[in-house]
């Protein structure tokens, strides 16, 4: 009986979340499932994420427009991510917002640095969806980092990576507001980050370059890291040390083909951080037995 109201719970949610939505969203034909995810009564928590994680790279960047509500809402929607990702920046007047670059040239209307905005300003902003996504998107405004956990906090699983040092206190106190802090990853490329979130009781993430990766000890870091993501060009030797390190969760990064994603599975990879969560959600994974090595340490 518990079951079967669980799922009328959740098919209820399904019909009723798009709804919330302001922008029109994409939705590509054919996206399969991912894997179901582990929801208890207070949403879904870090600790109970499947064993082989796809988490959606700002989104997953090759198929809807990254950083963006719209594209966020139809990796939400389609279930072909366990995770979503967004990066954050701060503006003059200190407001978090998701874009990934310094300037705002690349993937918006306006041209300069975002730290030089205040939110007013931000407002005035549209996203410039990439040249060839799927679908058709319109020119919203990108969000804050406020307004993305306010959507999608409790509900999946999600990443946050910070750009700008400073922004640590901040994100912090809003995790912990709404009462978010096992089912946020709060993500740096440096271990100092990484640390401080772990004293502020935060779950944390680290990500880490091939040049990185050749010199890593990340097993001294595994009692203030949750999770490690490992550049997935990183030769096969560097990958084994990220999985035997004893940190809970090790991905691997920003993979976008079901070829990479096997061969990173393959060394003990339990997750990905991928551009195209639906292509490797609906790709089924070679078999160990049938992959073979591409002997990336030489």
């Keep these: 009986m ?3 109201m669980v799922r009328a ?22 996206c399969a499932p991912a894997p179901a995810r582990m929801r208890g009564p207070e949403g879904p928590r870090a600790a109970g994420l499947p064993g082989t994680v796809y988490a959606a790279h700002r989104g997953g960047a090759l198929e809807v427009p990254e950083n963006s509500m719209a594209g966020l809402t139809a990796a939400y929607r389609r279930r072909s991510a366990d995770v979503l990702d967004v990066d954050v920046r701060t503006l003059r007047d200190g407001t978090l917002v998701a874009l990934h670059d310094r300037t705002l040239d690349r993937t918006t209307n306006h041209k300069g640095a975002v730290s030089g905005l205040t939110l007013r300003q931000w407002r005035h902003v549209r996203l410039r969806p990439a040249a060839g996504l799927p679908g058709t998107w319109s020119r919203e405004h990108p969000p804050t980092v406020s307004a993305v956990l306010d959507r999608f906090g409790g509900r999946i699983v999600l990443n946050v ?54 010199t890593d000890r990340p097993e001294k870091w595994r009692d203030v890291v949750d999770m490690l993501s490992v550049d997935h060009h ?63 340490d030489r």
Aim: one cysteine or more; proline letters at 5%; aromatic letters at 2%.
């Design 2 to 4: 518990v079951m079967i």
């Design 9 to 30: 719970v959740r098919a209820v949610e399904a019909c009723l979340f798009p709804l919330l939505v302001l922008a029109p969203v994409a939705i590509a034909p054919g």
């Design 161 to 214: 990576e910070l750009k700008d040092g400073g922004s640590l206190k901040r994100l912090a106190g809003m995790i912990r507001k709404r009462g978010l802090t096992d089912s946020v990853y709060v993500q740096s490329n440096e271990l100092s980050p990484a640390v401080r979130a772990h004293r502020m009781g935060l779950l944390t993430s680290v990500w880490r370059s091939v040049k990185q990766a050749r």
């Design 234 to 296: 990183a030769r096969d030797s560097d990958i084994r040390r990220a999985v035997d390190s004893g940190i809970a969760r090790v991905w691997a990064h920003t993979v976008r083909t079901p070829a990479d994603r096997d061969r990173v599975l393959r060394l003990g990879c339990d997750g990905v951080m991928t551009d195209a969560p639906g292509l490797l959600a609906r790709t089924p994974q070679r078999d160990k037995k049938d992959a073979s090595g591409d002997a990336r």
